[in-house]
């Protein structure tokens, strides 16, 4: 069991880092995704590439049963915590986001700067880490091991999630508290945000600032429908470990099945895997930026031809090797030039780099 379940987690690490990265790539050479719902769309992203190259090594260790200080243990379990609250909200930022270009469209870009949306991201992880790093304040378990014996004076323990992290902390405050309310605030959104695109295509009102209102909101519901999707995935996701948590609290003497455990765990690590798939089969930007730069970095394909037109009757053609930081190829260029007079030169180009 513990093998397959190792082979699973490295799977999903991989999957994880290279899907993500390539969520931050495409938005880095893609300027039509440099709006503010993908500032936030790259901060979940840096959340889950934090948990395919850090949380999932150090949760694969921590399966083996390693001896480690306590402090050190709860420090790992606490980085989880941390990254998981950045996640819940990242995506209440982007559904508020939504929301806010659905319900004033003709003065978001006035009201959701880029300077206040990268003010945002900052606040979202600066409350995540206050949250996650919460136990390391004093809300663990260490009195608890303490006082029954299970440690020892050096405190060095088997290092376990339920050994450091309070049952406590997990159901009342980081549940209760931070996890479900932003869930459920997240579902009235998008239930607001699609009442209202019903609303305008069915009305059919026109939109000043939208040469085609019609087409301005059915973009949006599409765009909605996908981050919604995100939004549904990240709950079954994490509410299966979560339920776990609070039987663990709630009926300690119940029977909790290991497999059940692992699948759960399994679950909340391959949602930092699934986004990417997402956004390539739901958003056509992010598709068309991700077959970019696998066709140019990937697939070594020549660039098409590049043809230069110079004013005149007299020319010639030639080849020449050209690296425009994208691709390398040939690139045909013919000139032609007008014996005896000074011509500008007309670029036209039949295929782009």
């Known amino acids: 069991m513990d093998s397959?379940?190792?082979?699973?987690?490295?799977?999903?690490?991989?999957?994880?880092?290279?899907?993500?990265?390539?969520?931050?790539?495409?938005?880095k050479i893609n300027k039509s995704l440099r709006d503010t719902t993908f500032c936030f769309i790259v901060s979940l992203a840096l959340a889950d590439i934090a948990v395919g190259a850090l949380v999932i090594p150090l949760a694969i260790t921590i399966s083996i049963g390693l001896q480690t200080h306590?402090?050190?243990?709860?420090?790992?379990?606490?980085?989880?915590?941390?990254?998981?609250?950045?996640?819940?909200?990242a995506l209440l930022a982007i559904?508020?986001?939504?929301?806010?270009?659905?319900?004033?469209?003709?003065r978001y870009k006035r009201v959701v700067t880029p300077r206040r949306?990268?003010?945002?991201?900052?606040?979202?992880?600066?409350?995540?880490?206050?949250?996650?790093?919460?136990?390391?304040?004093?809300?663990?378990?260490?009195?608890?091991?303490?006082?029954?014996?299970?440690i020892s004076s050096d405190l060095i323990i088997t290092c376990q999630f339920e050994n450091v992290i309070s049952m406590d902390y997990m159901v009342y405050f980081n549940f209760f508290g931070?996890?479900?309310?932003?869930?459920?605030?997240m579902l009235l959104i998008y239930a607001e945000i699609f009442y209202m695109i019903h609303k305008q295509l069915n009305n059919k009102k026109i939109n000043s600032s939208h040469s085609d209102p019609n087409k301005y909101y059915d973009k949006e519901l599409n765009l909605a429908k996908s981050l919604a999707l995100v939004l549904f995935l990240f709950a079954i996701s994490w509410l299966p470990l979560h339920i776990i948590n609070c039987i663990t609290l709630f009926c300690p003497e119940c029977n909790k099945p290991?497999?059940?455990?692992?699948?759960?765990?399994?679950?909340?690590?391959g949602n930092s895997a699934v986004n990417p798939i997402v956004y390539a089969f739901r958003i056509k930007k992010f598709r068309t930026a991700f077959q970019k730069i696998?066709?140019?970095?990937?697939?070594?394909?020549?660039?098409?031809?590049?043809?230069?037109?110079?004013?005149?009757k007299i020319g010639k053609s030639f080849t020449l090797l050209r690296s425009?930081?994208?691709?390398?190829?040939?690139?045909k260029v013919r000139q032609t030039s007008e014996k005896g007079k000074k011509g500008i030169c007309n670029f036209a180009i039949i295929g782009g780099f």
């Open 70 to 89: 306590f402090y050190s243990c709860l420090l790992v379990a606490c980085t989880v915590l941390v990254l998981t609250q950045s996640s819940i909200l």
């Open 95 to 106: 559904a508020i986001d939504r929301y806010l270009r659905v319900k004033i469209p003709t």
């Open 117 to 150: 949306a990268g003010l945002a991201v900052v606040v979202c992880w600066t409350v995540s880490f206050i949250v996650g790093l919460t136990p390391m304040l004093g809300w663990n378990n260490l009195w608890r091991l303490q006082q029954n014996g299970s």
């Open 178 to 185: 931070w996890v479900l309310p932003p869930l459920v605030l």
């Open 258 to 269: 290991i497999a059940f455990l692992y699948i759960a765990i399994l679950l909340t690590h």
């Open 324 to 331: 425009n930081g994208f691709t390398e190829g040939l690139v």
């Open 294 to 312: 696998w066709q140019q970095y990937f697939c070594c394909k020549d660039t098409p031809a590049l043809e230069i037109h110079h004013n005149g």
């Open 4 to 27: 397959v379940y190792i082979g699973m987690e490295v799977v999903i690490a991989l999957s994880s880092v290279i899907g993500n990265v390539m969520v931050v790539w495409a938005v």
